[in-house]
């Protein structure tokens, strides 16, 4: 959001300028004049000497003021957003205090999530790649979302948050056992590739007879 002070000063800057124009225009208006080209310097400043300006920067000084006061009042600021929700964290995320299950539940599926991520694409089909990416992507940052939301309405500690933390836990245990199952089908898919390729090298190219133990066994 704008922040007061860079408002007022917007505020402040363009109503002085403003009070330039309009003198500037009134100076040309007086002396008969189309535009400033070649407006006399000294007339200028001789006029504003004389006092002809004053009402009109005293006029103008008042609406900077009155604009001032209300950018000042009514305009949001950074701290006022801070303060409506204290215990939201700079990046965002709430600072929760997790049961031991749900936990240690979080730290498995972000353990499994890393290990998908870091394996070959090879390892993966179709079918396996989605499922994964729906879960990265939609499943899990969907049901953060709803935990984080649910425990910021109920008092850390209480038996509220408790329940609500059981039912995230499930969840992700539920997860969890998906995600193994994905990591195992691309681990037996990679071994499978393993294995062919073994086979494919023993067939092609398969050790050499020795003559010697050939010539023996003839005799």
Not at 94 to 118: E, F, M, P, W, Y
Not at 167 to 174: G, I, V
Request: aromatic letters at 8%.
């Amino acid at each position: 959001m704008i922040n007061r002070f860079v408002a007022t000063l917007f505020v402040c800057l363009a109503s002085f300028i403003l009070t330039i124009k309009l003198m500037v225009e009134f100076f040309v208006w007086s002396e008969g004049k189309d535009s400033a080209v070649g407006l006399p310097y000294e007339s200028f400043i001789d006029r504003m000497q004389a006092g002809w300006s004053w009402p009109l920067v005293l006029t103008n000084m008042a609406i900077l003021l009155a604009l001032a006061a209300a950018s000042w009042a009514f305009l949001p600021t950074g701290e006022n957003q801070d303060d409506a929700r204290p215990d939201t964290a700079p990046n965002g995320a709430s600072q929760l205090s997790l049961s031991s299950d749900a936990s240690d539940a979080k730290t498995q599926v972000d353990s499994l999530v890393g290990r998908l991520s870091h394996m070959p694409v090879e390892a993966f089909d179709v079918t396996t790649r989605n499922e994964f990416e729906a879960i990265r992507g939609k499943h899990l940052p969907a049901l953060e979302q709803a935990h984080r939301e649910a425990r910021e309405t109920v008092l850390d500690g209480s038996a509220d948050a408790t329940a609500i933390d059981a039912d995230y836990a499930e969840s992700l245990h539920l997860l969890a056992g998906t995600l193994n199952k994905l990591a195992a089908d691309c681990s037996a898919r990679a071994r499978t590739d393993l294995t062919v390729q073994h086979r494919f090298i023993e067939m092609r190219h398969a050790p050499a007879a020795d003559p010697l133990s050939l010539d023996g066994e003839k005799r």
